[in-house]
């Protein structure tokens, strides 16, 4: 079976139609697309650009292998000339993109391709794929992270996730925007995620007694011991943790925390909270979860819940609430000619762009301008070159580099954006040498 | 890089945890557990069981490999003991299941596991994310199914799809519900579905005059000639297909079609269809695309849109509307003992279970009754026994025989189900037999 994540038939068969149209006219010519968002989701402030070195090593390793070839030929599609074209077809293009972990807004290009048109134009399927879900993602997990205000984040959406290489991104999608780690076990040797897990209800049900289950989990992972309490009745669940902390920590195991994962998470808290510090277990800490987002997060901690921690789970992996972004990749020039798509409510800004942004005296966002790539207007330029002539520029960037970022960007957004609630959009303006050559190209019209 | 769709390490961590205490305690006598949906979305009526085929490779393939294993010794997490028992762990278990494409109901279990503790519980995070996703990718397109009475549907999602594998898994799923096929290339190779596609706008915008992108396809594609016809202006695409038809037929090149993507598409049907057939070109269809579900199609042809088939992307392969379904796997016996979770808005049924279906004079569905698995009433058993001792009892189904199925099964069901609007939930009865297990064990409780 092909390996889906690495195939270049993870695609649309319309690419490698419009492939064989472009090579039989030998339009070879350079092109530039551009990746970006048209609509912010409803209630959503900004996003979080995520997905790119996805997106580079896709590149640097696109290539139809003996078993993609095989297909094309007996597809009976394409003719041989084409297949022997496919077989040498390399991604020798360039891009420029904003850095993982940039806060960004509609109209602003994400990513922008610089290739021959082939190349370019069958990249779409795949780039769009990894930018979007990872965008999609990092931008809901960054709205938990303002809503716990420094509590542990657990990314537990693995099951719910739409697939194994879904709940892969989501957990790094999740991290980069500010989680503490996953539950998905394959994050950490893939991408050095810290994972997190304790034990699910179905352990305390083989056992006859919960008490047995607790002190069978503490003595497997003595250095863990995090109990789940609420499989039958949630505050004698507490108490049994306190009947057993004393023999425990004779033997030096000390309970680390305890899981509420159903019912009213703050009321349970409060309760569970009381039952341990009243026996010393102060230092015991209370994690929740089930069915949690930002909303519930910053609905538990505004009643004064205490919780240390919330395991996230379907309603992030899924982005629940919007679960797609109205994103695009579209042409913007081929053969040094800018192009633009009219269709009713898709027009697009046309040309190869750059996006600029302005602080004011505190460091604070006050505006982004999206103009021509060869324009200079007031700010810092946000597009930067990450790979040349089908090379990356630099290593890939540190997920730990890119966490940073995210918190120098939150720091940086006007506070209004920096809350759950709607805000007044960000101020994006379109440059007038952009809106010029929009009007101009209009006015040449087909 | 490890492959997240074939390793084991795709899991939650907290499933190898438990098996540590599992372990630990020698607790592997044999487990039930069942995979079920707790509550429909909000508006539809049934789903449709799917991922099971999935899920037996797993099974059959599940095995941790040397780079599983040198993570497992590198996280410092587990003992060497454990890591060998690690290394042998095979899944040598029983699966009874739904057949994919059985309309089925809440409550009842779609996918029955009878393996030793440990393997079943291991097996948890993969089999959700399996069994859930295509179950729900499924049950929104069988919806657009029965919404398009026999147009052609084509599955245009594998971009906004969550990962490549959510692509691929979604143009199975959407397939086996109805669908003529995808736009995912994939998805021939691995499954042998029919694939589809056309030009992008960007394929116009490459040519200097859209006239020229037309002929070019034309040329190039000859035996699939559908022309995208909204880059500009649709009408104006439309009369520019008329100018150049007589010109290609004249080299015995036939329009098949045209594709309409922005706009009001039923109105731009009509005025495209009386362009069309005003110049002779009645057999030359309309297919039509953007932001489309069942709703959407419903409406169209019940205002009489002349469109010939849809393109149905987004908004089908994240299951917009519902990006995931309450389901669980959960522990229904041990060791001969039946047990029930009892956490608050999530108890569960205990015991293995059998769903029985019963139908009317006319072959209709007239109501399912959840038993334990040992009893017997009226009706039809569902769930099958599909693997024993780890191994498939049957070759791998044919998605044709799964498409039949899923035809029958809609033609069985009540009239009320069938639509698109809210029914009167379908009759499923617990039996006696089950509500008096469940009421002995809270008798007994903890």
Redesign the interface.
């Known amino acids: 079976?092909?390996?889906?994540?690495n195939?270049p038939?993870?695609?649309?068969?319309?690419?490698?139609?419009?492939l064989?149209?472009?090579?039989?006219?030998g339009?070879e010519d350079e092109?530039v697309?551009e990746f970006f968002v048209r609509d912010l989701p409803p209630g959503r402030n900004f996003y979080l650009a995520a997905g790119l070195e996805q997106l580079l090593d896709y590149l640097e390793h696109l290539r139809f292998g003996e078993?993609?070839l095989a297909?094309a030929r007996e597809?009976g599609?394409f003719g041989d000339d084409f297949i022997d074209y496919l077989a040498s077809l390399r991604f020798t293009g360039q891009v420029h993109a904003l850095p993982e972990g940039t806060v960004c807004f509609p109209d602003e290009p994400l990513v922008r391709i610089t290739a021959p048109?082939p190349q370019a134009?069958l990249i779409?399927?795949?780039l769009?794929?990894l930018l979007?879900?990872q965008t999609l993602i990092a931008s809901k997990a960054v709205r938990c992270v303002l809503a716990a205000r420094g509590r542990l984040l657990v990314d537990?959406g693995?099951?719910?996730?739409?697939?194994?290489?879904?709940?892969?991104?989501?957990a790094r999608a999740n991290y980069l925007a500010g989680f503490h780690g996953t539950?998905?076990?394959?994050a950490?040797?893939?991408f050095g995620i810290p994972?997190?897990?304790?034990?699910?209800?179905?352990?305390v049900?083989?056992h006859a007694?919960?008490t047995d289950a607790f002190l069978?989990?503490a003595?497997?992972?003595p250095d863990?011991v995090v109990l789940l309490i609420?499989?039958?009745?949630t505050e004698r669940g507490a108490r049994r943790v306190v009947e057993i902390a004393p023999r425990l920590a004779a033997e030096g195991i000390r309970i680390k925390g305890v899981r509420i994962?159903?019912?009213d998470l703050g009321e349970h808290a409060r309760r569970v909270r009381a039952i341990l510090d009243e026996a010393g277990l102060s230092e015991t800490t209370i994690f929740a979860s089930g069915n949690l987002d930002e909303d519930r997060i910053h609905a538990l901690l505004a009643q004064g819940a205490p919780i240390d921690g919330f395991g996230v789970g379907?309603?992030l992996d899924?982005?629940?609430d919007a679960?797609?972004?109205d994103?695009a990749y579209?042409?913007m020039r081929?053969a040094g000619r800018p192009?633009?798509?009219?269709?009713?409510?898709?027009a697009t800004w046309p040309d190869a762009k750059q996006v600029w942004r302005r602080f004011d005296g505190q460091g604070r966002m006050a505006g982004d301008t999206v103009t021509r790539a060869d324009e200079r207007v007031e700010g810092e330029p946000l597009l930067v070159e990450v790979m040349r002539d089908g090379r990356r520029l630099r290593e890939a960037e540190s997920l730990e580099a890119i966490r940073a970022r995210v918190r120098e960007q939150l720091a940086a957004l006007p506070e209004a954006h920096r809350g759950l609630d709607p805000a007044p959009p960000y101020p994006v303006t379109i440059s007038a040498g952009l809106r010029e050559l929009a009007a101009a190209l209009d006015r040449e019209?087909?």
């Open positions: 079976m092909i390996d889906a994540s195939s038939l993870t695609t649309d068969l319309y690419q490698l139609t419009m064989a149209g472009y090579h039989a006219q339009m092109a697309f078993a993609e297909w597809s599609r048109l134009q779409e399927s795949r769009i794929n979007h879900f537990f693995l099951r719910r996730a739409h697939g194994a290489e879904a709940g892969l991104l989501a539950s998905d076990v394959l950490e040797p893939a994972v997190f897990g304790t034990m699910a209800h179905s352990f049900e083989a007694h919960e069978h989990f003595h497997a992972q863990n609420d499989t039958y009745d994962d159903s019912g379907t309603r899924t982005s629940a679960p797609y972004l994103c579209k042409l081929y192009r633009r798509k009219r269709s009713e409510g898709k019209a087909h």
